[in-house]
């Protein structure tokens, strides 16, 4: 995997004040990868040391009223051509500069306060197609003891499971709000596993309930909450579909957005939501595009091939119809299945990282589709995606 990254997180004094801003775990990150250094400022030419920069009104700014913002674009494009040279998936630049800030940057007051922009050479990046993220989001995705990452896993996925060098075991039924009557069915378990994969903390919960069996949905979000208490920030979900024919092919794919098309939200059913005063949950990027680009790359430098898609989560428990399999297809729908979207509502609402893997057994709508074919086509697969879901933990 290559990746791009701001050179100042690496060590390299090559910021304003003649210092660098190193980041543990970028560098972590950078020492499992080729990377492509870069830091568009030192390419401008300007000096280092040099006055503080920031965006105001379009151009960029010194503190001391310099305007330069045409070395900021002179450097952003020699690091540009930098970049094609090498081209890279993944770029982790420095946070709220004027170059290199990601969503925000600061504001031109000099203040330390933000505003939402891009920098210069960052929105560069993003009109190539290059993830672009801070170190901020590989810092909130770094794994640890106190922040395990969190694998729920759908029918005949729960193989993942027997990798994990356990230190202890939690039964479902003594997690909050996991209905005491559920029982597990066919491919699934209900004893979550708290250890490691690989010497990644890990929780892997090796099955699930769903609605269709009855169950509201704030129960079949109670895994997701029960790892965000045991303090895990990411959380990869894993689930079989059906692929849309003419929009995916059964195998393994990414999802990197969701329709819910359940009738439930977890939200609406969660007691915590009452009383606050703004119970609404931005649901854009609900996927991690980080730990989807992740993903991607190691399923390429693992030679497996992954396809990315839409979810569309229905109650279930039939399958889907001819009509239905065609109105999917046209609202864009890549993979369908009966679990997922509430679980990651939640997961959203608790500020969790996202990673989302489906195994497409089928093809949604085919006559020959049973829950029985779905635990076998898993099984085939089961090598392809522990490799991938094991090269994910590796990255993080």
Same mark, same amino acid.
């Given at each position: 995997m290559?990746l791009?990254?701001?050179?100042?997180l690496l060590g390299?004094?090559?910021?304003?004040?003649?210092?660098?801003?190193?980041?543990?775990?970028?560098r972590?990150?950078a020492?499992?990868?080729?990377?492509v250094g870069? %830091?568009?400022e030192?390419?401008?030419?300007?000096?280092?040391p040099?006055?503080p920069?920031?965006?105001?009104?379009?151009?960029?700014?010194?503190?001391?009223g310099?305007?330069?913002?045409?070395?900021?674009r002179?450097?952003?494009?020699?690091?540009?051509?930098?970049v094609?040279?090498?081209?890279a998936?993944?770029?982790?630049?420095?946070?709220?500069?004027p170059?290199?800030?990601?969503?925000?940057?600061?504001?031109?007051t000099?203040?330390?306060?933000l505003t939402?922009?891009?920098?210069?050479?960052?929105?560069l990046l993003e009109?190539?197609g290059? %993830?672009?993220?801070?170190? =901020?989001?590989?810092e909130? %995705?770094?794994?640890?003891v106190?922040?395990?990452?969190?694998?729920?896993?759908g #029918?005949?996925l729960g193989?993942?499971a027997?990798l994990?060098?356990?230190?202890? $075991?939690?039964?479902?039924?003594?997690? =909050?709000?996991?209905?005491?009557?559920?029982r597990p069915?066919?491919?699934h378990?209900?004893?979550?596993?708290?250890?490691s994969?690989?010497?990644v903390p890990?929780v892997?919960?090796?099955? $699930?309930i769903h609605l269709y069996?009855?169950?509201s949905?704030? =129960?079949?979000?109670?895994?997701v909450?029960?790892?965000?208490?045991?303090?895990?920030?990411?959380?990869?979900?894993?689930?079989?579909t059906?692929?849309i024919?003419?929009?995916?092919?059964?195998?393994?794919?990414i999802? %990197?957005d969701q329709?819910?098309?359940?009738?439930?939200?977890p939200?609406?059913?969660w007691?915590?939501?009452?009383?606050?005063?703004?119970?609404?949950?931005?649901?854009?990027?609900?996927?991690?595009?980080?730990?989807?680009?992740?993903?991607r790359?190691?399923?390429?430098?693992?030679?497996?091939?992954?396809?990315?898609?839409?979810y569309?989560?229905?109650?279930?428990?039939?399958?889907?119809?001819?009509?239905?399999?065609?109105?999917?297809?046209?609202?864009?729908?890549?993979?369908?299945?009966?679990s997922t979207?509430?679980e990651?509502?939640m997961?959203?609402?608790?500020?969790?990282?996202?990673?989302?893997? #489906?195994l497409? #057994?089928?093809?949604?709508?085919?006559?020959d589709?049973?829950?029985?074919?779905?635990? =076998?086509e898993?099984?085939?697969?089961?090598e392809?995606?522990?490799?991938?879901?094991?090269?994910v933990? $590796?990255?993080?």
């Open positions: 290559r791009i990254i701001s050179s100042c390299v004094a090559c910021r304003y004040d003649g210092r660098s801003k190193p980041s543990a775990a970028v972590d990150l020492r499992k990868a080729e990377v870069v %830091c568009p030192a390419a401008s030419g300007l000096p280092v040099r006055p920069a920031e965006q105001r009104g379009g151009r960029v700014l010194l503190a001391d310099t305007d330069v913002t045409e070395e900021f002179l450097g952003a494009a020699r690091s540009l051509a930098k094609r040279a090498r081209p998936p993944l770029a982790v630049l420095k946070a709220k500069s170059s290199c800030g990601v969503h925000h940057i600061y504001d031109g000099y203040t330390g306060s939402e922009g891009e920098g210069v050479f960052a929105r009109e190539e290059i %993830c672009v993220v801070s170190e =901020e989001v590989v909130s %995705c770094k794994p640890s106190e922040h395990p990452v969190a694998i729920v896993l #029918t005949g193989h993942l027997k994990v060098r356990p230190v202890r $075991r939690v039964d479902y039924h003594d997690v =909050e709000g996991f209905p005491e009557e559920a069915m066919a491919g378990s209900f004893e979550a596993t708290i250890g994969i690989d010497d890990v892997v919960y090796p099955g $699930r069996q009855g169950y949905a704030a =129960e079949v979000t109670s895994l909450r029960h790892a965000h208490r045991l303090g895990c920030r990411d959380v990869i979900f894993a689930c079989a059906g692929a024919r003419g929009n995916a092919e059964p195998g393994l794919g999802l %990197c329709i819910n098309l359940t009738g439930r939200n939200l609406a059913e007691d915590e939501v009452r009383g606050v005063d703004n119970p609404f949950v931005d649901m854009t990027d609900a996927y991690s595009p980080y730990l989807r680009t992740l993903a790359s190691v399923a390429e430098d693992e030679g497996i091939e992954v396809a990315e898609g839409v569309a989560g229905v109650l279930g428990p039939c399958f889907e119809t001819e009509a239905e399999v065609r109105a999917l297809a046209g609202l864009g729908v890549s993979y369908v299945g009966m979207v509430n990651v509502i997961a959203r609402a608790l500020g969790m990282n996202v990673l989302g893997l #489906t497409a #057994t089928n093809y949604s709508g085919a006559s589709t049973s829950h029985q074919s779905v635990l =076998e898993s099984g085939r697969k089961e392809e995606f522990q490799k991938l879901v094991r090269g933990l $590796r990255m993080l």
